[in-house]
């Protein structure tokens, strides 16, 4: 058995069902005390479609309110997510009429590929690569379809990695685009655009439609690369998403390769694993001991110093102190995952180069690209 026992939020961030989870996660519920919190955590984390799935599917028992809470966050993502399918089947099917190669990212493509369900995965928007050649063809085409798409009119516009964002309200629903000439923004140094991504594309369903994602190694670091961004929290769907495309993908996924060409990612999924764990076939394709979990300090825990918390939003010199305290102690699951140090690594390294030389790319970065806005140093547009 594992030597740490797995929380409910590790046990439900996978979007395959299995025996093994299916046990923890009894033992797990049979145990805890936190059923009046999680309705509100999990909506945080972006995981109530997904615990509900879960807790439905294994025949747990829990709580009546807490199981209608998470209930009606189903029923409302499942929506959502229909009327986001329809959305973007619609823009596939026009931009490839109109010869735009189109790339779905993020979340349009790993819900259909990866959730028995879409509506498990919830997203924001729907983010679609195209080149930076077509983008313009394609923001009119957007328009065409009855959406709001500005053109990029500021500066800070014209330095982002996509459009400014496209909507178009229907019903009961308001479907948000990006529209990406790169899949990252300008503070990760990554230019991954339709130029230079791997060939073939992985091709995929939406309600009938074709469409086209990453190759399964390159989608694989894009979804662990947004992790990195130091003002931005990170949920537990993300992780989720880790796991499905390690497990659902496993035979498409080139391991030596991603082994080679991202060690940082290689090395985070012992902390994914951690937290949640992986099926004994992507353990052996990443040298972990699928029975014997890896030990960390503060598993699940976020990132809590700034930039994620300001110092002006502290109400004493004791806070501020804590603040800086979290800032250059960051907890140490968190480190390991985040900047892809296994546990047979010291912190002393995480502590004295990782941590401090992403905040100064990522503060020089910003420094270059333009200067502080109102939302913040590190959470500048770009």
């Given at each position: 058995?594992?030597?740490?026992?797995?929380?409910i939020?590790?046990?439900?961030?996978?979007?395959t069902?299995s025996?093994?989870r299916?046990s923890?996660?009894?033992?797990a519920?049979s145990?805890?005390t936190?059923w009046a919190?999680?309705p509100?955590?999990?909506?945080?984390?972006?995981?109530?479609?997904?615990?509900?799935w879960?807790?439905?599917?294994?025949g747990?028992?829990?709580?009546?309110?807490?199981?209608?809470?998470?209930?009606a966050?189903y029923?409302?993502q499942?929506?959502?997510?229909?009327a986001q399918?329809?959305?973007?089947?619609?823009?596939?099917n026009t931009f490839?009429g109109?010869?735009i190669?189109?790339?779905?990212?993020?979340?349009?493509?790993l819900?259909?590929?990866?959730?028995?369900?879409p509506?498990?995965?919830?997203?924001?928007?729907l983010?679609?690569?195209?080149?930076?050649?077509?983008a313009?063809?394609?923001?009119?085409?957007?328009?065409?379809?009855g959406?709001?798409a500005p053109?990029?009119?500021s500066?800070?516009?014209?330095?982002q990695?996509?459009y400014?964002?496209a909507?178009?309200r229907?019903?009961?629903?308001?479907?948000?685009?990006?529209l990406h000439?790169?899949?990252f923004n300008?503070?990760m140094?990554?230019?991954?655009?339709v130029?230079n991504?791997m060939?073939?594309?992985?091709?995929?369903?939406v309600l009938?439609?074709t469409a086209?994602?990453?190759?399964?190694?390159?989608?694989l670091?894009?979804?662990?690369?947004g992790?990195?961004?130091?003002?931005e929290?990170l949920?537990?769907?993300h992780?989720?998403?880790?796991?499905?495309?390690?497990?659902?993908?496993a035979?498409?996924v080139?391991?030596?390769?991603?082994?080679?060409?991202?060690?940082?990612l290689?090395?985070?999924?012992e902390a994914?694993h951690?937290?949640s764990?992986?099926s004994?076939?992507?353990?052996e394709?990443?040298?972990?001991?699928?029975?014997n979990?890896?030990?960390?300090?503060k598993?699940?825990?976020?990132?809590?110093?700034w930039?994620?918390?300001?110092?002006?939003?502290?109400?004493?010199?004791?806070?501020r102190r804590?603040l800086v305290?979290?800032?250059?102690l960051p907890?140490?699951?968190?480190a390991r995952l985040?900047?892809?140090?296994?546990?047979?690594?010291?912190?002393?390294a995480i502590?004295?180069?990782?941590?401090?030389a992403?905040?100064?790319?990522?503060?020089?970065?910003?420094?270059y690209?333009?200067?502080?806005n109102?939302?913040g140093?590190?959470?500048?547009p770009?």
């Amino acid at each position: 058995m594992p030597t740490h026992r797995y929380s409910i939020y590790g046990l439900i961030c996978s979007p395959t069902l299995s025996e093994k989870r299916a046990s923890l996660l009894h033992d797990a519920c049979s145990q805890t005390t936190e059923w009046a919190q999680m309705p509100q955590l999990a909506a945080k984390q972006q995981v109530g479609p997904l615990i509900y799935w879960h807790l439905k599917e294994y025949g747990i028992q829990y709580p009546t309110q807490v199981r209608r809470a998470l209930a009606a966050m189903y029923a409302r993502q499942k929506a959502t997510a229909q009327a986001q399918a329809e959305t973007l089947a619609e823009i596939v099917n026009t931009f490839t009429g109109a010869g735009i190669e189109s790339v779905v990212i993020k979340g349009g493509a790993l819900a259909h590929i990866l959730y028995a369900e879409p509506g498990l995965r919830p997203m924001e928007d729907l983010d679609i690569l195209v080149s930076p050649q077509q983008a313009e063809q394609a923001r009119n085409l957007l328009v065409s379809l009855g959406f709001s798409a500005p053109a990029p009119s500021s500066r800070f516009d014209l330095l982002q990695h996509h459009y400014p964002l496209a909507q178009r309200r229907r019903g009961d629903f308001t479907v948000s685009v990006e529209l990406h000439t790169s899949a990252f923004n300008l503070l990760m140094r990554d230019k991954l655009s339709v130029d230079n991504m791997m060939r073939p594309l992985r091709a995929y369903k939406v309600l009938g439609q074709t469409a086209h994602t990453l190759n399964p190694l390159q989608m694989l670091w894009m979804q662990y690369l947004g992790l990195r961004k130091l003002a931005e929290p990170l949920r537990y769907i993300h992780l989720a998403d880790l796991v499905g495309m390690a497990q659902t993908l496993a035979d498409e996924v080139d391991w030596e390769r991603l082994r080679q060409v991202y060690p940082g990612l290689w090395n985070a999924y012992e902390a994914v694993h951690a937290f949640s764990p992986l099926s004994l076939a992507v353990c052996e394709q990443l040298g972990l001991q699928p029975d014997n979990a890896p030990a960390m300090d503060k598993i699940g825990h976020d990132f809590q110093g700034w930039p994620r918390h300001g110092f002006s939003e502290q109400k004493n010199f004791s806070d501020r102190r804590q603040l800086v305290a979290h800032t250059l102690l960051p907890p140490e699951w968190w480190a390991r995952l985040i900047y892809g140090v296994r546990s047979s690594s010291s912190m002393a390294a995480i502590l004295l180069y990782h941590h401090p030389a992403a905040f100064l790319h990522q503060g020089l970065r910003r420094i270059y690209l333009g200067p502080v806005n109102s939302r913040g140093f590190f959470k500048a547009p770009v």
